[in-house]
């Protein structure tokens, strides 16, 4: 198969994208155990505004709540032991976050703590709510601070690092780039750290099984090191999203990867993003119920660019969640189009045929205006 994008004019991709998920490792963000560099986290929101300034929209995924924890409460080495480890988390991601929220202030923007854990992200449904509440606060201006849900994580569905969170991310958010920012300027033919002569990789294809042999492990701060960035990176094509990994502490790193300059390295996704979501949605083959269009509806979706509201739909089949797939049929029983459904079955019987308005008379409460968003729509 032709790959689709060119690598050497794959930095042209770094200046069209509108979406960009930025994750900030451990490594950069604690002073050698001695809690926050308080001075790089302005650095960085810095050029994070200017960025939002020019139009991009910017989900944060950071590290650093066991390092500030360990540092507030006067520990010196890292605990071994799971409970010290999150009680450590629980009390450092208090620092984290208000060391953005001042940062951010400076610039008048508001910033929102969003913690995951691996449960949130393979359960539909919850999926489902850390999406809109990400694109809701994404719309609003504000900046979402992601990290892991420490507290409630065991060691068996923890992500540990952070660099498979922020994929993750990136596909939940359906980013156009995945920055993720280290303490080495990017990914080298071996680990720079005991080898002189690594060399700096500057492009290749997130899909090269060769780049993962030449990545190892983490430096004394960090968790996954290199080799969690590059399956990360993988990750992330899934959805569309090409993967740079750079040194986050290269002056104005994220202005100047914006204006193309060839720093770190950068992965590119050899899927395009919408292609990537179809193919995820249409390989959904078992859907969990039918819902039979008016002939109005099946024109919009068929016309393209239309979700499917309530009020197009003349019949619901089947027992479903919200987060499932489910078909969409015409007047003659054939399947037009698939899609992940924002109400359950008994929700959307009771939506069926009825305008937007209605839902908090028939609901009780007003969720999305439409039954599948666009984006989780696919026409076949
Ligand atoms: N091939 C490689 N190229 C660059 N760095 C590598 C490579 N292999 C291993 N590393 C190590 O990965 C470390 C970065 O990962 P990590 O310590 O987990 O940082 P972070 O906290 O930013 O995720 C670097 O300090 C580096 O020593
Ligand atoms: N969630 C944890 C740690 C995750 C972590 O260190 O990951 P990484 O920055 O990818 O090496 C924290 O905030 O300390």
């Not at 994750?23 to 809690?35: E, Q, R, V, W």
């Not at 099946?298 to 089947?318: I, Q, R, T, Y």
């Not at 029983?333 to 109400?343: E, T």
């Not at 439409?370 to 076949?380: A, G, S, T, W």
Request: a negative charge; glycine letters at 10%; hydrophobic letters at 45%.
């Amino acid at each position: 198969m032709k790959p689709v994008v060119d690598l050497n004019t794959a930095r042209d991709r770094l200046v069209s994208g509108q979406r960009w998920v930025i994750k900030i490792g451990s490594a950069l963000l604690t002073n050698d155990g001695k809690g926050l560099n308080r001075p790089g986290i302005q650095a960085w929101v810095d050029q994070i505004a200017e960025l939002m300034s020019q139009g991009i929209e910017v989900v944060l995924v950071s590290s650093g709540s066991v390092a500030e924890g360990m540092s507030r409460l006067g520990w010196t080495s890292r605990p071994s032991e799971v409970h010290h480890l999150q009680a450590a988390a629980a009390v450092g991601q208090m620092g984290l976050v208000q060391a953005y929220e001042t940062a951010f202030q400076h610039h008048n923007k508001h910033t929102a703590q969003i913690l995951l854990t691996h449960a949130d992200l393979s359960n539909r449904q919850r999926y489902l709510n850390a999406r809109s509440t990400l694109r809701t606060l994404i719309e609003m201006g504000v900046v979402p601070i992601v990290n892991e849900n420490d507290t409630v994580i065991t060691d068996e569905i923890r992500f540990g690092d952070n660099d498979t969170l922020g994929a993750l991310v990136a596909n939940l958010v359906e980013a156009d780039t995945l920055v993720i920012l280290t303490d080495q300027d990017g990914l080298f033919t071996k680990d720079p750290r005991h080898n002189t002569d690594a060399e700096l990789i500057t492009e290749g294809r997130a899909s090269d099984a060769s780049f993962a042999a030449m990545a190892g492990d983490a430096g004394a701060l960090g968790r996954g090191g290199m080799i969690t960035k590059v399956k990360a990176a993988v990750v992330a094509a899934r959805s569309g999203a090409d993967t740079v990994i750079v040194g986050g502490r290269i002056e104005n790193v994220l202005i100047r990867l914006r204006a193309k300059e060839k720093i770190g390295t950068l992965l590119v996704a050899d899927t395009a993003p919408e292609v990537a979501r179809k193919q995820w949605i249409a390989g959904h083959l078992q859907h969990c119920g039918e819902l039979i269009l008016d002939d109005g509806a099946v024109k919009a979706l068929e016309k393209g660019g239309n979700s499917l509201l309530p009020v197009g739909v003349k019949a619901v089949k089947g027992i479903f969640r919200r987060g499932e797939v489910v078909a969409c049929l015409n007047s003659k029983g054939k399947i037009i189009a698939k899609g992940l459904i924002n109400f359950d079955h008994s929700e959307a019987q009771k939506l069926c045929g009825k305008t937007s308005a209605q839902q908090q008379e028939l609901l009780g409460y007003v969720g999305e205006e439409e039954l599948i968003h666009i984006d989780n729509l696919v026409v076949l």
